[in-house]
Nanobody, 115 residues
Framework: QVQLVESGGGLVQAGGSLRLSCAAS????????MGWYRQAPGKQRELVAT???????NYASSVKGRFTISRDNAKNTLYLQMNSLKPEDTAVYYC?????????WGQGTQVTVSS
């Protein structure tokens, strides 16, 4: 089992920055890769960024160059640094961990970007 707890969301003006954190606990050594996803009202959940256990990253085209995903394995924490935020980035952001036996999600953290 893996437990994920996100934090760092909030209200920010367009052009501002936020850093999201996702603290993992449990069988963290078995996590293959982790990622951030988001879901805006009335829309499907979409990929934002992923990072493998080896550090390889992947970004949605809409956030490339503005967001940076990273992980601190010693602290079992995943981060998402979000810069140059836009109103269309408003969503609930979820942390995801993928293990060989299953997929785990956090409870989500709200990010609201005002224009």
């Amino acid at each position: 089992q893996v437990q994920l707890v996100e934090s760092g969301g909030g209200l920010v003006q367009a052009g501002g920055s936020l850093r999201l954190s996702c603290a993992a606990s449990g069988s963290t050594a078995s996590i293959n890769y982790m990622g951030w996803y988001r879901q805006a009202p009335g829309k499907q959940r979409e990929l934002v960024a992923t990072i493998s256990s080896g550090g390889s990253t992947n970004y949605a085209s809409s956030v490339k160059g503005r967001f940076t995903i990273s992980r601190d394995n010693a602290k079992n924490t995943l981060y998402l640094q979000m810069n140059s935020l836009k109103p269309e980035d408003t969503a609930v952001y979820y942390c995801k961990a993928v293990c060989s036996w299953g997929v785990y999600w956090g409870q989500g953290t709200q990010v609201t970007v005002s224009s």
